[in-house]
């Protein structure tokens, strides 16, 4: 479904409202309703996010800094970091996923919260497609969402949130290498009912050569893999 209707924009739209909503749901969520593949993807995901956290917290206390989570899904990167301090503005293309993200939040950082300490500033959350986000954040992270793009479509992404940072850019994307190449086509061979959107993968030294275009480059790198779930990691400053 490459540039069906307006484009892969509107159909990964359309997916993330609907079937690809109550998938992902179930992917980033705690229930046991998931099959072995679904398990080792919340598996990967849940170290992709561990690892983000501890990038960022690396560098230095997350409290009073400002935070945009672009694409934000359901909010599991959004919540830890509003546990940490962080001044977060989460958005999304798709309403249902922020909706979603806003109800975890209220459930994790607000109700119930009997510790005695100062309850967490809610992150701020917006229905808006990362390309017409604006203003400026300390840190831009955008976690899993390049993989809905093709690299023709991602230099503009990246060079946009690149623009919206000021100090450090984290984005994580499904790495093209031989291997995985192969296992997608492998995979594509047999397409399940709730693949419904194309996954592009890219080659990192195009998310590089992007990011060196308008002027960062790649401090640190990770890759996380299971057997189902594989990312690339990568941390950006200024150069
Ligand atoms: N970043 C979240 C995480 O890691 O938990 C969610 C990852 S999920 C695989 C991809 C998310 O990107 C979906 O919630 C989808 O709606 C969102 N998305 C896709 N294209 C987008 C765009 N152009 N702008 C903003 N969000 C987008």
Request: hydrophobic share 40%; with cysteine; net charge negative.
């Amino acid at each position: 479904a490459e540039e069906v209707g307006g484009g892969d924009k509107e159909v990964v739209k359309e997916y993330f409202n609907n079937s690809g909503f109550q998938r992902w749901k179930k992917i980033y969520g705690e229930t046991d309703d998931v099959n072995k593949v679904q398990l080792d993807i919340r598996l990967g995901h849940a170290k992709t996010v561990e690892n983000v956290m501890k990038m960022l917290t690396d560098e230095g206390s997350l409290e009073g800094v400002t935070v945009c989570d672009a694409g934000c899904g359901t909010g599991c990167l959004s919540i830890p970091l509003a546990k940490q301090g962080a001044v977060v503005t989460a958005s999304d293309i798709s309403a249902a996923m922020v909706a979603e993200a806003e109800k975890q939040a209220r459930e994790e950082l607000l109700s119930g919260k009997d510790d005695g300490l100062p309850a967490p500033l809610m992150p701020k959350f917006e229905v808006k497609d990362l390309e017409s986000l604006d203003g400026k954040y300390h840190t831009v992270v955008c976690l899993d969402v390049l993989i809905h793009y093709p690299q023709s479509k991602a230099d503009g992404m990246i060079a946009h949130l690149a623009s919206l940072a000021e100090k450090r850019l984290i984005l994580s994307f499904a790495p093209k290498t031989f291997y995985y190449d192969l296992l997608k086509r492998v995979g594509e061979l047999f397409p399940g009912p709730s693949k419904a959107t194309r996954a592009y993968l890219h080659a990192e030294a195009d998310v590089e050569r992007a990011l060196q275009k308008v002027g960062w480059r790649i401090r640190k790198r990770g890759l996380i893999t299971t057997q189902f779930y594989f990312a690339k990691l990568v941390e950006a400053v200024p150069a």
